[in-house]
């Protein structure tokens, strides 16, 4: 699943590239979206913006209307110029969304529907988001306090939650919590208030500082980086390194599958002490 440096890129791009444009075409392979445009058609609108809510991308038109979409685990948005061959298959298409200057397609997006303001102000999933961590907004004090609503969960359960907080993915929970030195399976009842807020900076540090700058744009993924290391080969501390030694002591990460969709956690039992054998 996308994390959410990589949605907030993408939101990004998109309002750079459609933010004041008025859109000429708009095509898509899913019913309730050409039901939508059947009865009010999208061609001719404004786009308003692009914004990203967690793992979420909210594309505002003109005429109180949202194209609200998640990625999920294969969802991907990508640019072109008008003509321009698409990296991916027709078949893979979802939404397309063309102005004069560019052709924002939605590939393999499995959740895609269309939202007034007064949708959104109803809308479960969506209303249900911790605060972002890549907002300028962010909350600690509501992190805190959601956290202690599940504190007989994991840690590493709750990193997950987007209920809790939203951005982080599976990639950045181990990542993080071997920076705040924290093992992963600790309930969050049994961490100490600045160990909770360690855990949140972190969080937030990691997201912030794989946001590329404005200049880019929506491209081929670029790779994730949380060790400041100037080696290519050591971007990551823990994750994907099961069994190798850690980069800092020198101890094997374990590796374990856990939650009902068995997604891997790596640790430190070293750095992170009190870690399960």
Known sequence: MPEGDSIFRAARALHQALAGSSVTRFESMIPALNRVNEDHPIAGRQVRGVAARGKHILMEFSGDL???THMRMNGSWHLYKPGERWRRPRRDMRVV???ETRV????????????TERDLSRHRALQALGPDLLDSGFDPVEVHRRMALRSGDTVANILLD???????????RSEILFLARVEPFTTVGELSEPERQRVIDQARTLLAANVLPRSQTLGPAVGRRTTRSMDPTANL??????????????????VRKIGV???PIYWCPACQPGATT
């Open 66 to 68: 949202v194209l609200h």
């Open 97 to 99: 969304v063309e102005t």
């Open 104 to 115: 924002a397609v939605g590939f393999n997006i499995p959740v895609a529907e269309f939202l």
């Open 162 to 172: 987007q209920r809790v907080m939203a951005g982080v993915g599976n990639v950045f």
């Open 237 to 254: 501390w823990v994750y994907g390194r099961g069994g190798r030694p850690c980069r800092e002591c020198g101890t094997p990460i374990r």
């Open 261 to 263: 969709d068995a997604r």
